[in-house]
């Protein structure tokens, strides 16, 4: 008997069922990168480019606290007083309630109950800055002029409180991570020691996530070195004021004030043209800006690092006296503390509801403005959701780009200075952006007023976004998905292509949606370059003097003249459309963001 072995003849393998090259792929990556860079080294370009058109006297506009254009007087000293008094008082107030808060979130509350409470701190982060400066204007102004029985209420105070509310959600959210950074079998041993939650928590957690929250306090710095509109709208705009004795400050905190970026918001950018001293002078105060954003935007991201590497073995300490009482008591204001964030969401909603009810009815949302203050908002609307869109399509691509770059292909000095500079432009004060934009986009190339400059604008904005978060998603690549696609043999460009991009893609569409959840209610880099008050049509024909109408300068524009009833009822309505728009994108992403990450809700 004969056994008959079978064979099978061998099959040329199918050329069409491995990825195709795709050299295409490092053009788009670099590309993605260089732009990036680009536009950081545009925004400081025009600075410098601008302090070279005319004489600067540095020691003047560091040490002298006048300001008088028409006596050739350029002293920046009270601004950056005032810059500097109401960013410390905005920490003052706001680090202790949001490092508590963080620490309730990561250590007190199971994720079933955490997750939503951490919804209502990111929904504060949603809240356009014109809807802060808003709610200033009607809520904080009038409770410090009745406290400190000033007129009007425009004060430092004002704005440092305004402020204070607008950095706690940053703080909340990087202090979670940091804290969620911890290993659990740190806090494992520390119970096994028999250590109170506090204890574990003072001793085990707090030394090992130190250094990421004191770079959320950093990153919530930068986020107020650089807001403009609504410190604008509550501060007085009042230049050469500067106390003279401890209790000068005091009063000075509950009088008008000037800071860097309200002087830039102003209307003077306009009024000094594009070359000579005055421009220049406002170019040097632009380049301080940038510089102290900057510093503490690197500052902080560099001690997050070291806070997620840090392995220090933790000391436990433990009291022996009234443990349990001082753990109920500490307990009792975390949970405090992280009610306050809540609380204040629920009273900005309903003073919104309350107050811009308006926008409930139909009607508002699509029919016209009429006169200054009547009619609706369809026109702003449209003008809105054209830049917003606009700015998705120039953005994703690039920084989509930039983060695979950083992520996937760049060494690792290289991946830390493109991330560096990726952080640094996305801390970067958006009027600056608007000023750049108003003398490059505006003027030089003589587009006017352009729907397409105010998206060009906005693109910084977002591109960080999403190349943070793209980045991140890269880097969470299981290895032995690389190790696999590399086993195949593919190359480093079809590994990028069949792999890379599908496994980020969710990641990049939540940064898309959160950049322009914020990008939606940006007004600085728009007042220069892209909107009016009226008379623009819903969609524009063209290119060239295209302005367009959108809501964060329409509600600007009404705020400003709270003395009308109308006036005032209309910008409220309006904020409330906004803040249902950014809401809307903000929320798509935490669900996308819950969907593709399961367990891991980080933002």
């Known amino acids: 008997m004969t056994t008959k072995i079978l064979t099978r003849p061998p099959v040329a393998p199918d050329a069409g069922s491995r990825p195709r090259p795709s050299k295409w792929i490092w053009s788009w990556l670099y590309g993605g990168a260089a732009i990036v860079t680009a536009l950081l080294l545009t925004v400081v370009g025009y600075l410098v480019a601008g302090i070279a058109s005319g004489h600067v006297d540095w020691p003047e506009l560091l040490t002298e606290r006048a300001w008088s254009p028409a006596g050739s007087l350029y002293g920046g000293l009270a601004m950056i007083y005032g810059t500097a008094v109401v960013s410390v008082l905005a920490l003052i107030i706001a680090v202790p309630v949001s490092w508590a808060a963080a620490v309730a979130l990561s250590e007190y509350l199971p994720p079933r109950l955490a997750r939503p409470l951490r919804m209502c701190v990111e929904l504060l982060a949603a809240v356009p800055s014109i809807v802060y400066g808003l709610i200033g204007i009607m809520v904080v102004r009038p409770v410090i002029a009745q406290i400190a029985d000033v007129p009007g209420g425009d004060s430092l105070a004002a704005a440092g409180i305004v402020l204070a509310v607008m950095i706690t959600p940053t703080i909340v959210a990087v202090s979670v991570d940091a804290l969620a950074a911890v290993p659990d079998r740190v806090r494992e041993s520390a119970y096994s020691l028999g250590l109170t939650r506090r204890e574990v928590v003072r001793s ?316 939606a209610g940006e007004t600085a880099p728009l007042i220069f370059t892209a909107t009016v008050f009226f008379g623009a049509p819903a969609l524009p024909s063209g290119i060239v003097e295209a302005p367009v109408q959108a809501l964060p300068t329409h509600i600007f524009t009404l705020s400003q003249d709270s003395g009308d009833p109308q006036a005032v009822t209309q910008a409220w309505g309006s904020a409330m459309v906004l803040v249902i728009i950014t809401a809307v994108l903000l929320s798509a992403a935490v669900a996308l963001r819950n969907r593709f990450e399961g367990e891991r809700w980080t933002t």
């Open 204 to 519: 085990a957690v707090l030394p090992l996530a130190r250094s990421g929250m004191r770079a959320a306090v950093l990153l919530g710095l930068a986020r107020a070195l650089g807001e403009a509109i609504a410190v604008f709208l509550v501060v007085g705009r009042a230049d050469g004021r500067m106390p003279s004795s401890f209790s000068g400050f005091l009063d000075s905190l509950v009088h008008p004030g000037q800071t860097l970026t309200t002087k830039l918001a102003g209307p003077e950018p306009v009024l000094a043209g594009t070359s000579g001293p005055y421009f220049a002078a406002l170019c040097g105060l632009g380049l301080i800006l940038l510089a102290l954003v900057a510093a503490a935007t690197i500052w902080g991201t560099r001690g997050r690092a070291r806070g997620n590497a840090d392995e220090r073995t933790p000391r436990f300490r433990g009291t022996p006296r009234m443990r349990l009482q001082r753990d109920r008591l500490v307990m009792a204001l975390r949970m405090g503390a992280l009610l306050l964030p809540s609380a204040l969401l629920i009273g900005m909603l309903a003073l919104l509801v309350t107050r811009g009810n308006s926008a409930f009815n139909p009607s508002f949302w699509f029919s016209s403005a009429v006169g200054a203050a009547g009619g609706g908002v369809r026109d702003q609307i449209v003008g809105t959701m054209l830049l917003v869109a606009a700015t998705g399509i120039l953005a994703l691509p690039l920084g989509f780009g930039a983060g695979i770059l950083i992520g996937v292909h760049a060494s690792e000095r290289t991946a830390r200075v493109l991330q560096t500079l990726t952080v640094v432009l996305g801390g970067a004060p958006t009027i600056l952006l608007g000023l750049a934009g108003f003398v490059i986009l505006s003027t030089t190339m003589g587009w006017g007023r352009s729907w397409l400059a105010g998206a060009i604008v906005l693109v910084p904005v977002v591109v960080p976004v999403i190349a943070l978060t793209t980045s991140a998603r890269v880097r969470s690549i299981p290895p032995e998905l690389k190790e696999s696609a590399m086993s195949l043999g593919l190359t480093r460009a079809q590994f990028v292509r069949s792999v890379v991009v599908p496994y980020t893609w969710p990641a990049t569409i939540t940064g898309l949606l959160l950049g322009l959840a914020r990008a």
